[in-house]
């Protein structure tokens, strides 16, 4: 599972770049992990990417959980 916390969240879009799969750019101009990965198990063929853009993310606002 992954979200962005959005306190931390400087809006770089760092996270969209490389995984727009999972991630996006909301209409209010902040991002976030789109609704269908909101609180699901990220697919497979996705976690590394998932992983490479919480290490690009220069706010540290990416969490990854089990």
Do not use: H, R, W
Not at 19 to 47: A, I
Request: glycine content about 4%.
């Amino acid at each position: 599972k992954v979200k962005i916390d959005q306190e931390k969240c400087v809006v770089c879009a760092s996270c969209v770049a490389v995984c727009p799969e999972v991630f996006e750019m909301k209409d209010d101009g902040s991002v976030d992990v789109k609704d269908e990965y909101k609180g699901n198990d990220v697919p497979k063929e996705l976690e590394e990417k998932v992983k490479e853009a919480k290490d690009m993310c220069p706010a540290e606002a990416i969490v990854i959980t089990e």
